[in-house]
């Protein structure tokens, strides 16, 4: 009887040692853990499939959901990217990320590019205009739309977008200048051969 308790002992040890938390990341990735601490930045945990002893973080916006041991299961809520209040300095920068990020010019590429194939002391002049007109706010794309009311970001992202127009305004002249002596060395090895 006591080889059974003992037996039966050890079984329920490894039984209660199998059950652990599992951390449900974004990318579909299983973490085998005890969580120990939820907090709105991060999650504090012990890994349980590795011999580490340490307690590790990772970030709730790359959690999903915790599955616990016995069943339960937490969806993680993600702070939210934009705090209320941002500083104008906070805003401006945001404002060019988003930019970078978000707004694309491929009118200002290709209209000048095209222009300069078609006219090319107009394609200059053309992309000089596409260039300068910031986009309205209805073409500002944001990480949060809270943020269009913030007159900072606004003019951050506008600027930024107008430095990106340019620049592509910019490749295109260059693009269509490179397509101009292309056609030209072509021509004349063409005409150098007859």
Same mark, same amino acid.
């Given at each position: 009887?006591?080889?059974?308790?003992?037996? $039966? !002992?050890?079984?329920?040890?490894?039984?209660?040692?199998?059950?652990?938390?599992?951390?449900?990341?974004?990318? #579909?990735?299983?973490?085998?853990?005890?969580? !120990?601490?939820?907090?709105?930045?991060?999650?504090?945990?012990?890994?349980?499939?590795?011999?580490?002893?340490?307690? !590790?973080?990772?970030?709730?916006? /790359?959690?999903?959901?915790?599955?616990?041991?016995?069943?339960?299961?937490?969806?993680?809520?993600?702070?939210? $990217?934009?705090?209320?209040?941002?500083?104008?300095?906070?805003?401006? /920068?945001?404002?060019?990320?988003?930019?970078?990020?978000?707004?694309?010019?491929?009118?200002?590429?290709?209209?000048?590019?095209?222009?300069?194939?078609?006219?090319?002391?107009?394609?200059?002049?053309?992309?000089?205009?596409?260039?300068? %007109?910031?986009? %309205?706010?209805?073409?500002?794309?944001?990480?949060?739309?809270?943020?269009?009311?913030?007159?900072?970001?606004?003019?951050?992202?506008? /600027?930024?977008?107008?430095?990106?127009?340019?620049?592509?305004?910019?490749?295109?002249?260059? #693009?269509?200048?490179?397509?101009?002596?292309?056609? #030209?060395?072509?021509?004349?090895?063409? %005409?150098?051969?007859?």
């Amino acid at each position: 009887m006591r080889l059974f308790c003992l037996l $039966l !002992l050890s079984l329920l040890t490894k039984v209660a040692q199998a059950q652990h938390d599992v951390i449900l990341r974004m990318d #579909a990735r299983e973490q085998k853990a005890r969580v !120990l601490t939820i907090r709105p930045d991060n999650i504090i945990y012990l890994p349980q499939d590795t011999a580490t002893t340490d307690t !590790l973080r990772v970030a709730s916006a /790359q959690v999903f959901m915790i599955r616990y041991a016995n069943g339960a299961k937490e969806l993680i809520q993600h702070v939210p $990217l934009v705090k209320p209040g941002l500083t104008a300095v906070e805003a401006r /920068q945001r404002g060019m990320q988003d930019a970078r990020r978000n707004f694309m010019a491929p009118g200002a590429f290709w209209g000048t590019y095209g222009t300069t194939i078609a006219y090319p002391p107009i394609g200059l002049i053309t992309g000089g205009v596409l260039a300068a %007109s910031a986009p %309205s706010t209805n073409n500002i794309i944001a990480s949060d739309v809270a943020l269009l009311k913030n007159p900072e970001y606004v003019r951050a992202y506008q /600027q930024q977008a107008k430095r990106q127009k340019l620049g592509k305004a910019a490749a295109g002249f260059g #693009a269509g200048v490179g397509t101009w002596l292309v056609v #030209a060395a072509v021509l004349v090895s063409a %005409s150098t051969h007859w």
